[in-house]
């Protein structure tokens, strides 16, 4: 006697239906929209590259200028999904901004992280040498703003003096010729423009924000309340392909995944450059598979506690976060990933 699944499977090949029985999980919109970053690939076009966004279809809106910029266009529905340092989430969600945070998305590490610089033969040595100087950093606000910040506490300098070291909001293409021709003091770099410097000589590192806090999840990628009330299975399907796309990177040869960004990159046909490709190392996310964990929020909660921009207790990480749509949330995903 033949079983139900032998006789659906002779009804499937009389029919000459190359489609499965069982329907693929219909969710609630099609498209997911997006900004990226030139002559970057984030981790949406990276899923739907590999096959793991689909039936979603990732949709360029165009490119983003900074983190903060980008999760503020989450809160005006211009995109889906935005991603930030988690200093300018937590500030946001401070806020009441309608948004939650769903994953970790970038981080450091012994490969990736962001380098403060000074010309080798600068008398600059400690923190308080940086007194009456300048720096160059990406924005006010977010990443590198808060390690300066950070690093200029942990050397015990009065709020005083900390406002005496001038932050110089410069491109970070800019950042190293900042620097050689004397218009900062120190420069904040990192990925491949830390190593092209490096390579060129005549710096050397202050600090870095490994130095500060070891390998962390620096940011978070966040999504509008209202899009996790009307599409739970398509935000839960988002989150997943991400996710699965940050431990695809971690487990391929960089090499590999170097291969794999640059014919993503070729094919969008963007007129950017892939250059910078050549020098990716690491994802830079310590938890398995962006997994969210509590001190990563923590701290900066703390951080708008002292600056009295909150009061102590009135966020908790709880409140800012949801691990819920991530396949790595378990026992054992809260672990620090191997390199």
Known sequence: MRTISQLIATVVVA?????????????EVTDIRYQGWAGQVIWIELA???????????????????????????????????????????????????????????????????????K??????????????????????????????????????????????????????????????????VTALGGVLRDKALERGGIRTLFTDQDLYGSFTAGSIVMHNKFLEKNPKASKHLVSALARSIEW?????????????????????????????????STGVPS????????????????LVKDEVIKAGQVKPADLYTNALNPYATATAHKVAAK
């Open 48 to 118: 739907e590259s590999l096959g793991y966004l689909a039936p979603l279809k990732a949709k360029w809106v165009g490119n983003t200028i900074s983190g903060p910029q980008d999760i503020q266009s989450v809160v005006t529905g211009d995109v889906d999904f935005g991603g930030a340092f988690n200093g300018a989430v937590v500030k946001l969600l401070a806020k009441k901004a309608p948004i939650k945070a769903v994953l970790g998305y970038y981080g450091v590490d012994d490969n990736t992280y962001t380098g403060y610089y000074v």
């Open 15 to 27: 029919l000459g239906l190359a489609t499965p029985v069982f329907a693929q999980e219909i969710l």
């Open 120 to 185: 080798s033969d600068s008398p600059i040595k400690t923190a308080r040498d940086l007194i009456g100087k300048k720096v160059a950093v990406n924005t006010l606000g977010a990443h590198h703003e808060f390690m300066v910040r950070e690093y200029l506490e942990r050397n015990k300098l009065t709020d005083a003096e900390a406002k005496q070291v001038t932050l110089v909001v410069t491109p970070p293409v800019s950042g190293e010729q900042a620097l050689r021709q004397n218009q900062v003091e």
């Open 249 to 281: 990177a971690r487990k391929t040869p960089p090499a590999d995944v170097r291969a794999q960004y640059e014919k993503i990159v070729k094919a969008r046909g963007r007129a950017e450059s892939a250059d910078t490709i050549q020098y990716w190392k």
């Open 288 to 303: 398995y598979g962006g997994v969210i964990l509590e001190k990563d929020l923590q701290v900066w909660i703390d951080w």
